[in-house]
């Protein structure tokens, strides 16, 4: 056991601490002493060899890859997602231009005029009492009609 060993006790249990150095004692040391506590406290580097530099070489390049793909990525998506909001505007634009046009044209059809041209320029008639079928559909969207209505 050295010497200047110190002892601290707490509760039960004795702990051995670190001995502390005085101020004197670096003087006391001889010069071969101290060589040898400072070349205990060097720590040197690992040395590098072509492996170990090859490898961090390919794990580099393998994270720039993935990074310029990671970078290309992110742009594709913000010029699609800016390309879907162009042709969303464009079809709003078009929306609006056709409803536009369809109000313009129902407002320009004048329904007493067709059915005059139809009554006094063609020869068509109303339909009479018996001469209008009715046909219930049984929830399809359309009727084919295979035969001729009966009279």
């Given at each position: 056991?050295?010497?200047?060993?110190?002892?601290?006790?707490?509760?039960?249990?004795?702990?051995?601490?670190r001995?502390?150095?005085?101020?004197?004692?670096?003087?006391?040391?001889?010069p071969?002493?101290?060589?040898?506590?400072?070349h205990?406290?060097?720590?040197?580097?690992?040395?590098?060899?072509?492996?170990?530099?090859?490898?961090?070489?390919?794990?580099?390049?393998?994270?720039?890859?993935?990074?310029?793909?990671?970078?290309?990525?992110?742009?594709?998506?913000?010029?699609?997602?800016?390309?879907?909001?162009?042709?969303?505007r464009?079809?709003?634009?078009?929306?609006?231009?056709?409803?536009?046009?369809?109000?313009?044209?129902?407002?320009?059809?004048d329904?007493?005029?067709?059915?005059?041209?139809?009554v006094?320029?063609?020869?068509?008639?109303?339909?009479?009492?018996?001469q209008?079928?009715?046909?219930t559909?049984?929830?399809?969207?359309?009727?084919?009609?295979?035969?001729?209505?009966?009279?």
């Open positions: 056991m050295r010497e200047n060993a110190r002892y601290y006790v707490d509760g039960s249990a004795a702990r051995q601490l001995p502390q150095e005085d101020k004197y004692a670096r003087r006391r040391q001889t071969q002493t101290r060589r040898a506590h400072s205990r406290r060097v720590v040197k580097a690992a040395p590098m060899n072509k492996g170990y530099i090859a490898v961090m070489a390919a794990a580099f390049l393998i994270v720039c890859v993935v990074l310029t793909g990671y970078v290309k990525l992110q742009s594709n998506i913000t010029s699609h997602i800016k390309n879907i909001s162009d042709l969303e464009q079809l709003n634009e078009m929306k609006l231009a056709n409803d536009e046009t369809y109000t313009k044209i129902m407002s320009s059809v329904l007493e005029e067709i059915k005059r041209i139809a006094s320029e063609l020869g068509m008639k109303y339909a009479k009492e018996g209008v079928v009715q046909y559909g049984e929830g399809n969207d359309y009727v084919r009609q295979y035969s001729d209505i009966p009279q």
